[in-house]
């Protein structure tokens, strides 16, 4: 590859950032995301090294690609990645595609569908510039599944898809406060280690590979606090969209939420999002209502003698 660059726009979403690259990415030629998701994995992923590790990113960043739709309603694809591969959808990345198609001037406040490799979502954008985002169908798989976890005992928790799998466990020791996310992080990690031990997977052997802990909220207008794991070992600085939506899951298996009622999942960071759960067509949607800034614009020059063109690997 000769010299070239990417343009992206940054934003977060409750605190968790998105960096879309609106243009510079080659054409993909798949007639589905999912396809279009492999092509890039297969000849472009040192492009997504590119704009997601050190120096340019770093291991929080969800990027999201931009590629023409695949469905006849839809206003945009998008593939997700992040510091270590691709992943299916992403709650708070769609929710910042929404912002900074608005900010771009190609949506207005209303109705849109956008294609994901997992299938089509839809977000509503509002005039204060809230969106809420309707995730894929949804479901929790497993219950109070017992996992021997070194260092920490038997830890119980729940198995539930909401775009990404998830285990999902209250380990009460851990206090889920900013200062002590290097513990959370040690806990989830084995965690994750303990269920790839185990063979603890979701369905047709797919990895859990987000693990969210889960406790009482600090602030008085949520109905818990979360702490979630990434795929690539960093921590979503958001209440994660897909986590919200797996954690509703769980909950409405127990009886313990109700169709269309709303549940209110506070972030490690303090962050807020707003859920509810619909029927539709037999399948459970999910709902998340965040609001999202754009935080900047950028040219990432990828220069041929530069070093570290693609990433610096493992950040």
């Given at each position: 590859m000769t010299a070239t660059t990417l343009s992206v726009v940054d934003s977060h979403?409750?605190?968790?950032?998105?960096?879309?690259?609106?243009?510079?990415?080659?054409?993909?030629?798949?007639?589905?995301?999912?396809?279009?998701?492999?092509?890039?994995?297969?000849?472009?992923?040192?492009?997504?090294?590119?704009?997601?590790?050190?120096?340019?990113?770093?291991?929080?960043?969800?990027?999201?690609?931009?590629?023409?739709?695949?469905?006849?309603?839809?206003?945009?694809?998008?593939?997700?990645?992040?510091?270590?591969?691709?992943?299916?959808?992403?709650?708070?990345?769609?929710?910042?595609?929404?912002?900074?198609?608005?900010?771009?001037?190609?949506?207005?406040?209303?109705?849109?569908s956008i294609d994901?490799?997992?299938?089509?979502?839809?977000?509503?954008?509002?005039?204060?510039?809230?969106?809420?985002?309707?995730?894929?169908?949804?479901?929790?798989?497993?219950?109070?599944?017992?996992?021997?976890?070194?260092?920490?005992?038997?830890?119980?928790?729940?198995?539930?898809?909401?775009?990404?799998?998830?285990?999902?466990?209250?380990?009460?020791?851990?206090?889920?406060?900013?200062?002590?996310?290097?513990?959370?992080l040690r806990a989830s990690l084995a965690i994750r280690e303990a269920l790839r031990h185990a063979t603890i997977t979701g369905d047709d052997a797919a990895e859990i590979d987000h693990i969210e802990l889960f406790g009482a909220p600090l602030r008085p207008d949520a109905d818990a606090r979360s702490f979630v794991l990434c795929p690539g070992g960093s921590y979503d600085r958001s209440p994660c969209g897909t986590g919200t939506s797996a954690k509703m899951m769980s909950l409405y298996e127990r009886g313990k939420l109700e169709l269309d009622a709303p549940w209110r999942q506070e972030s490690i960071t303090g962050g807020l999002f707003v859920g509810s759960l619909h029927k539709r067509n037999g399948s459970l949607i999910p709902k998340i209502r965040a609001t999202a800034h754009i935080t900047g614009e950028a040219t990432l020059h990828l220069s041929s003698d530069d070093p570290y063109r693609f990433g610096i690997v493992g950040t």
């Open positions: 979403t409750e605190g968790e950032p998105t960096r879309v690259i609106v243009d510079g990415w080659p054409e993909l030629h798949g007639s589905t995301m999912a396809a279009r998701r492999d092509e890039c994995s297969q000849k472009w992923d040192t492009l997504r090294s590119a704009a997601v590790l050190e120096p340019r990113g770093h291991s929080a960043i969800v990027a999201a690609i931009l590629t023409p739709p695949v469905t006849a309603n839809a206003v945009v694809g998008v593939i997700f990645c992040n510091n270590i591969g691709y992943i299916g959808m992403c709650g708070h990345g769609t929710i910042g595609v929404v912002r900074t198609l608005e900010f771009l001037g190609r949506i207005s406040p209303g109705r849109v994901t490799p997992v299938g089509t979502v839809s977000a509503e954008l509002s005039d204060d510039h809230h969106v809420t985002i309707e995730n894929v169908p949804s479901k929790c798989t497993q219950r109070d599944v017992r996992l021997e976890v070194p260092g920490f005992g038997v830890i119980t928790g729940d198995v539930a898809y909401g775009g990404n799998w998830f285990f999902m466990a209250q380990v009460p020791e851990l206090s889920l406060r900013l200062d002590n996310v290097p513990a959370l």
